[in-house]
């Protein structure tokens, strides 16, 4: 069974940092294309960024220059830095990855909620 598990998520001040992690188990890990996405309320679910088994990365223009996606196939863990963060970066941040079935891999993870806020 596969299973992507957040974790890093809080209450930031605008400005801040956060760094989020995703922890990946039953699956081959650096295989597939992993990724973030995030949903805040009343609004539908937006990359973030991805980022190649080989490296390569894709951010939105949103975080260009703020984040960044990074990825240890040793330890089956992709990351996300965020830098700077803005009160419009306030959602659930969702990792993504595996198989691709249309845009997005076919597993997700529970989400974590980053809330920035002064």
């Known amino acids: 069974q596969v299973q992507l598990v957040e974790s890093g998520g809080g209450l930031v001040q605008p400005g801040g940092s956060l760094r989020l992690s995703c922890a990946a188990s039953?699956?081959?890990?650096?295989?597939?294309?992993m990724g973030w996405y995030r949903q805040a309320p009343g609004k539908q679910r937006e990359l973030v960024a991805t980022?190649?088994?080989?490296?390569?990365?894709n951010y939105a223009d949103s975080v260009k220059g703020r984040f960044t996606i990074s990825r240890d196939n040793a330890k089956n863990t992709v990351y996300l830095q965020m830098n700077n963060l803005k009160p419009e970066d306030t959602a659930v941040y969702y990792c993504?990855?595996?198989?691709?079935?249309?845009?997005?891999?076919?597993?997700w993870g529970q989400g974590t909620q980053v809330t920035v806020s002064s």
């Open positions: 039953g699956t081959i890990f650096s295989r597939y294309r």
């Open positions: 993504n990855g595996g198989p691709v079935v249309g845009t997005t891999g076919v597993y």
């Open positions: 980022v190649a088994r080989g490296g390569d990365t």
